[in-house]
């Protein structure tokens, strides 16, 4: 079992940055993707940016070139720093671990970002 903490979500007005922190329980040494989701209310789920173990990364169209996904491996930490934010971006943004061998998947708790018009 692996847990995921997600840290970083809050308040801000249009235009400003936050930082999203999503540390896993324990280090994962099958070949894996990390990701972030949001869901705003009465919306499906919706992928916002993935990167793999390798370092690959895959953005969302609505946040390229606003939003930076990294991760540190040693760390167990992967980063999602968004710039540039909208109301629109306004959701629940969920932390994913997809570990590709098993095709399972962990989810975190979820963290608050409110952007504000």
């Known amino acids: 079992q692996v847990q995921l903490v997600e840290s970083g979500g809050g308040l801000v007005q249009a235009g400003g940055s936050l930082r999203l922190s999503c540390a896993a329980s324990r280090s994962i040494v099958s070949i894996n993707a990390m990701g972030w989701y949001r869901q705003a209310p009465g919306k499906q789920r919706e992928l916002v940016a993935t990167i793999t173990s390798s370092g690959s990364t895959n953005y969302a169209d609505s946040v390229k070139g606003r939003f930076t996904i990294s991760r540190d491996s040693a760390k167990k930490v992967v980063y999602l720093q968004m710039n540039s934010l909208k109301p629109e971006d306004t959701a629940v943004y969920y932390c994913?671990?997809?570990?590709?061998?098993?095709?399972?998947?962990?989810w975190g708790q979820g963290t608050q970002v409110t952007v504000s018009s």
């Open positions: 994913n671990l997809h570990i590709m061998i098993s095709a399972r998947d962990y």
